[in-house]
Every structure is written in structure tokens, then in C-alpha cells.
């Protein structure tokens, strides 16, 4: 009998430890169209999720913008060309990132001096920018918040100016325009 009271003992400690217990788990009790139930992360760890832009140095933006256009098929306007494309996580939500070329003076990019800059798409800014800054990174400026998200630049070991972009995705889909795809 005290056999017996102990392997219930551990039968229901092993289930109870398999219960998530991650605050960044959030369990949704949806089933999809077989019948499987899944469950919904709620992730907010601080970190880069995807590619937000590309933008470069141009002799002249607006030709090069055409070029692009005309010969690449890129959908374009006066900010470049957004990319259209699909959350991997959340299929019916629409994300885009920017490709955008630059006047060759221009001063958006600096401290850096190199011909390019890159966005990441990134979750949780605020905490990503408290973590960059106990592990010493340089931060360029503040966080700016706009309609379509908030944005800070930060720097890396190599003297690369990075964008950081926690975007708001619907306000761009409700923008509307032509999106490359």
C-alpha cells in the first residue's frame, strides 16, 4: 500500500511538472481545423524577430528607386519600397519591411560612415535597450514613438549604425499603398 501511495505521489508530481509554467506562455484553448488544440505563445522576451529595412547610400535615390522599378519589379514610392509578408507565428497578420535608398550625403546613418544601415524588427524595445545597455552597447538616441511604432539606433562592435523598429503593423496595412510581394 505505501508503494502505491508513493507512485501516485509521482505520477501526479511528473503531471503537474509538465503544466507550463513560463510567465511568456499563455495557453489558449483553440482547436484548428483538425481538431488538434495549440497553444498561443505570448512571447515578450526582448530580441530582433525579422529584418524591418534595408537602406543604402545612393548617387541619386530617385533614379535608383526607378531602376529598381522598372527592371526588379519592385512596387515603389517615395520612401523606397515596402515589402509585403506574412507572420510566421500569426499567419492573418500582414508585417512589412522597408528597402529605401538614401542621398549619398546624407547624415541619417551617422556616427556610422559606412554605405548602409540596417532595421531589425525587434519585440519588447524598451527591454532590449535596458539589456543593450548592461551589456555596454552604444545607444545613438532615444526611443522616438510613432503612429506605425517606436524606433532607437543603437551601434555595433564594428562602427555599424542598426535601427531598431518594434513596428505597429496595422497602421501600415490600414495606410495601404502597393507593397512588393
Known sequence: MKNLIIILFLI??????????????????????????????NDTIPKVTGIGGIFFRS???????EWYGKNLG??????????EFRN???????????????????????????????????????????????????IVDK??????GKFVHIMDLEGNKIELWEPIDSILTKMGGATTK
Do not use: H
Not at 59 to 65: A, L, S, V
Not at 74 to 83: C, K, Q, R, V
Open 12 to 41: 501526479i508530481l511528473t503531471t503537474s511538472c509538465n503544466t507550463a509554467t513560463d510567465k511568456n506562455e499563455i495557453k489558449n484553448n483553440q482547436t484548428n481545423k483538425s481538431g488538434q488544440k495549440k497553444i498561443i505563445m
Open 59 to 65: 548617387k541619386n535615390p530617385k533614379e535608383t528607386r
Open 74 to 83: 519592385l512596387a515603389i514610392n517615395d520612401f523606397g519600397s515596402p515589402f
Open 88 to 138: 510566421a507565428n500569426r499567419p492573418e497578420e500582414i508585417n512589412y519591411l522597408n528597402w529605401n535608398p538614401f542621398d549619398e550625403g546624407t547624415d541619417y546613418f551617422a556616427p556610422s560612415e559606412k554605405e548602409f544601415m540596417i532595421n531589425y524588427r525587434v519585440q519588447n524595445i524598451e527591454g532590449l535597450v535596458k539589456k543593450l545597455k548592461e551589456n555596454g552597447v552604444t
Open 143 to 148: 526611443i522616438e514613438e510613432f503612429e506605425y
